[in-house]
């Protein structure tokens, strides 16, 4: 169907701990999967994309693993900083489209 | 500098009152966007556009109207705006669609907050 399904909605760790955020979804057809990171007030900003034909991505402390056959995708964070606090937003494209999850508020206490 | 930029950052109107929220881009991007952010539901595309003069519904294009008769431009219009369209709005582009459909990194605006009493 359309929807992304994004969870958990909440998360708080402790500054230095690893943060996981999944997503499923249903269409196979999909072959794109962006994370985009708001922080409070400001727009949404990528910071990591996986397309289909790899598992895994990295850069630095965020990876995103991709399982296409089970249809969902994974956001990882190491090492947490405070800086990492914000809403996350995993997506994935249909068609022309680019259709987000619900959003994850990340919360990394120092 | 590259940049979205949306205009107003906010607006307050009233019932029925038709406006029109400004989105220009820089980048000589084709592909434009339009969402709107409400709590606890991510953010939802209004409407799309491939290219000038393509224009497409996304998942909630119900009261709200576009145009892209030029590549930089693509206002978003609400002819009779009602309570339920208070929400933020974010206007977003990107260089387009590859093989597969959408696959390029969104580059979004800073948003319009708009309140419709």
């Known amino acids: 169907g359309e929807n992304v399904e994004q969870h958990p909605s909440t998360l708080s760790v402790q500054e230095g701990d690893s943060a996981v955020i999944k997503c499923t979804y249903s269409?196979?057809?999909?072959?794109?999967f962006p994370w985009y990171k708001q922080e409070l007030g400001k727009r949404p900003q990528l910071i990591i994309d996986i397309r289909s034909n790899v598992g895994e991505k990295k850069d630095q402390r965020i990876a995103v693993t991709l399982n296409k056959t089970a249809k969902h995708f994974s956001l990882h964070i190491t090492e947490t900083q405070p800086e990492d606090s914000a809403v996350y937003f995993c997506a994935r494209n249909q068609g022309g489209k680019l259709i987000f999850g619900q959003g994850t508020e990340l919360s990394v206490k120092p | 500098e590259a940049q979205v930029t949306q205009n107003p950052r906010y607006l307050i109107t009233v019932t029925g009152k038709k406006l029109t929220v400004t989105c220009s881009q820089n980048m000589n991007h084709e592909y434009m966007s339009w969402y709107r952010q409400d709590p606890g539901l991510g953010l939802r595309q209004i409407y799309y556009s491939m290219n000038v003069e393509v224009t497409d519904k996304g998942d909630v294009p119900e009261g709200y109207k576009v145009s892209r008769k030029e590549k930089r431009n693509f206002p978003l219009i609400l002819e009779s705006p009602s309570p339920n369209q208070t929400s933020l709005y974010f206007c977003a582009s990107s260089p387009g669609q590859g093989v597969g459909g959408y696959n390029s990194p969104l580059h979004f605006g800073n948003g319009t907050r708009l309140t419709v009493t």
């Open positions: 269409d196979s057809a999909s072959n794109y």
